[in-house]
């Protein structure tokens, strides 16, 4: 990225108005859980959980989905359960966020800035909370029918039956009268100032309680203690142990009741956190991502454990594999283009020929070849350097109004190389540079030393630990503390909200970043990204692989005609991909790049179960070879002879996979979970 090039502007493109202009003195996120209240109008839906919330400029819509299903997806219905209007409010924009919360001002007319309401969106918390930092009266509309107002539990306090089935909990930090107004309104008399909090108490569709009555007293014990904002840490506390601890902000007094979504349930955390305890007199509240369950804790902390992770695999070759790598890297090598115009000139498509190329650099290292490994590190450093010195036709650039490194094509072009200069698909693309730089790195040492710098822009753009000291680049980009795993789709707002289509790309990126910080000596970088890689592997696991951690995420309409989720959304589990609906499209793109890391997601006793139902068939009618060799690449794990023997008939083979590496994994993929 030089001669000039390192600096460009996407102001033009996508305007970030709805961010106040504070904010701006340091990296905002652009592929964050709330992305949509910043992309055109800010109205599209966000999901704190369990709740989702549109923000308008005079108020916000809170709805409890209920599920939508069907045989390729489950989808959230949003039914407007409430709109919590903001009297004499014309305008919004973001005021704060931290990795576990958004805060959204709503502005009066004729003011410059001040805000007469905060709106505090916070993950997991039971309420949807409003702080009237000026009175006004209280206006709440429903698109249903109001049954009944019961103000028995007290001033400011209104437990409201609709007519879709749902009871919801109303409470004002004011003592002011509730009523019902007309058929859909539930009002105020008198102003209110402070707090107003909206929580379900039953949904008779999804979310029932068998005592109404002590869900209610659950919710009004936590009635003070709103949530406001929240931070996030990872301590390393052992070689193969990383401690995760989210503490929740609030204002008020008390603890705050938040929901858990079910791969915090599977983990320690009522074990690891003091104060923590389980409130199931609270309904289960449904997500896409299975049901959220209450508890009361203004901090949950947790312990992953950290599978083994290197360079090599995790089975060592034998003596017979050595020999037989040796053939397949030595013609591997040798195929590799040195006409650097045959290589493809987008992002993406570059960034898994360079990993590729020096995947099999690794494995010619590994088993001796050090002709092979030389030439193919050549090659690869040949194919590279244009791209950090901005000689390549898509060169690359600096976007100072978001603070990401974009390609040409992508500033110019909202949809080219994928939507990569709308920060679509970071990790992906910027993963396998990583990895690239990471082999160069152990290979190739004083070149790398030399374009560190440089090699590190590529890592620091989606994996920069602290955006207060590193304010190039805006936190952990793609990654979502809360739901433990990462999204993709940068600046672009979807009715879905947010997704994300390949989790084995995603632990790539940050398999990508491990390494590259561990060759290079930054050992707290190194056990950052292996706790992140690691809590994206399990949250994977939980949330696309049907059957592997669990069974209880999804309804047995989905689970039972497919193992895999293509495409998860913030409100919805698709089984499709971007790029078309073959099977193989579907289950392979959760299976690749083949690296060492692969291990972390491919487990024998999940493969060895959903083979015979569901991965046999996908392979035996891939389209092509390719597709068929990354379905059968995963057999790996329950029988190395089987998949030689279908491996051994591959004549071609994915953009980012070679002979070689097919069979090293074959040879050390791990046959014990």
């Known amino acids: 990225m030089g001669d000039g090039r390192c600096a460009a502007n996407t102001q033009s493109v996508v305007d970030n108005v709805l961010i106040d202009p504070q904010l701006k003195s340091r990296p905002v996120p652009t592929t964050a859980w709330w992305q949509n209240l910043v992309i055109d109008a800010g109205c599209d839906p966000i999901v704190p959980s369990p709740y989702t919330v549109c923000c308008l400029d005079t108020g916000i819509v809170v709805s409890s989905p209920t599920p939508h299903v069907q045989k390729k997806f489950v989808a959230s219905i949003c039914h407007n359960d409430w ?12 005021s704060s966020y931290d990795p576990l919360s958004v805060n959204v001002s709503y502005v009066q007319d004729g003011q410059a800035s001040d805000a007469a309401v905060t709106v505090p969106l916070v993950r997991g918390s039971a309420f949807v909370s409003a702080i009237f930092n000026q009175p006004a009266r209280l206006q709440l509309s429903t698109i249903h029918a ?19 089935g749902s009871v919801w909990l109303v409470v004002c930090e004011s003592s002011v009268d509730i009523r019902q107004e007309l058929v859909n309104d539930i009002v105020s008399d008198e102003p209110v100032c402070g707090a107003v909090r909206l929580a379900l108490v039953r949904n008779a569709e999804c979310n029932s309680v068998t ?38 902000k609030t204002r008020g007094s008390g603890t705050p009741l938040m929901y858990t979504l079910p791969h915090h349930q599977m983990s320690s955390i009522s074990q690891d956190s003091s104060d923590f305890r389980w409130v199931d007199e609270v309904a289960t509240q449904w997500t896409s991502r299975g049901r959220m369950r209450a508890a009361l804790s ?9 599978e083994p992770l290197g360079f090599s695999g995790q089975t060592p070759l034998s003596e017979e594999a050595v ?3 040796r053939q397949l890297v030595a013609i591997d090598a040798q195929s ?12 993406y498509f570059f960034g898994k020929a360079l990993a590729r190329a020096m995947r099999i650099a690794l494995i010619a290292d590994e088993v001796g070849d050090t002709d092979s490994c030389n030439l193919v590190v050549d090659r690869a450093i040949d194919w590279l350097e244009p791209w950090l010195y901005g000689t390549n036709s898509d060169h690359l650039v600096y976007d100072t109004e978001w603070c990401g490194v974009i390609s040409s094509a992508g500033l110019a072009d909202p949809m080219a190389d994928f939507g990569q200069g709308r920060y679509n698909d970071h990790h992906f693309h910027y993963g396998y540079f990583v990895y690239a730089a990471a082999a160069l790195a152990k290979l190739r040492f004083e070149w790398a030393a030399e374009k560190r710098d440089i090699l590190d822009i590529f890592v620091r753009d989606y994996f920069n630990i602290s955006a207060d000291i590193d304010m190039h680049f805006p936190f952990i980009r793609c990654f979502d503390f809360f739901n433990g795993h990462s999204y993709t789709n940068g600046l672009f707002a979807f009715a879905d909200s947010r997704n994300q289509e390949s989790t084995s790309e995603s632990i790539n990126a940050y398999y990508a970043a491990y390494l590259y910080a561990d060759v290079t000596g930054r050992p707290e970088i190194a056990q950052y990204a292996h706790a992140v890689l690691q809590l994206e592997a399990r949250t994977s696991r939980t949330y696309w692989h049907l059957g592997d951690v669990t069974s209880d995420i999804y309804p047995d309409t989905y689970a039972q005609k497919q193992a895999v989720v293509g495409i998860l959304w913030s409100t919805k589990a698709d089984y499709t991909t971007w790029f078309g609906n073959n099977p193989e499209f579907i289950y392979g793109i959760q299976f690749l790049p ?14 060895a179960e959903i083979w015979p139902q569901f991965l046999a068939a996908v392979a035996d009618n891939s389209q092509t070879e390719s ?32 002979a070689s590496n097919s069979y090293y994994w074959i040879m050390t993929a791990p046959t014990e979970d």
């Open 211 to 248: 005592d109404e009555n002590a869900a209610v007293l659950a919710l009004l014990a936590s009635r003070d203690a709103v949530p406001v904002g929240g931070s996030v840490s990872i301590d390393a506390i052992a070689d193969d142990k990383a401690k995760f601890t989210m503490s929740w």
């Open 83 to 94: 709109t919590l209007h903001m009297p004499g409010c014309s305008r919004h924009w973001v």
């Open 594 to 607: 083949y690296t060492p890391a692969m291990a972390l997601l491919v487990k024998r006793k999940w493969i």
């Open 323 to 325: 020999v037989h790598l």
């Open 298 to 306: 203004c901090q949950w902390q947790w312990i992953e454990q950290l």
């Open 146 to 164: 109001v049954l009944s107002v019961d103000t028995s539990y007290g001033p400011g306090t209104a437990v409201v039956r609709l007519n879709s």
């Open 627 to 658: 597709w068929r060799e990354i379905i059968h690449l995963t057999y790996a794990v329950v029988d190395k002879k089987q998949t030689l023997e279908w491996n051994s008939s591959i004549t071609s083979h994915d953009d980012g996979n070679s």
């Open 336 to 347: 590799l283009t040195s006409d650097k115009q045959s290589l493809p000139q987008d992002p």
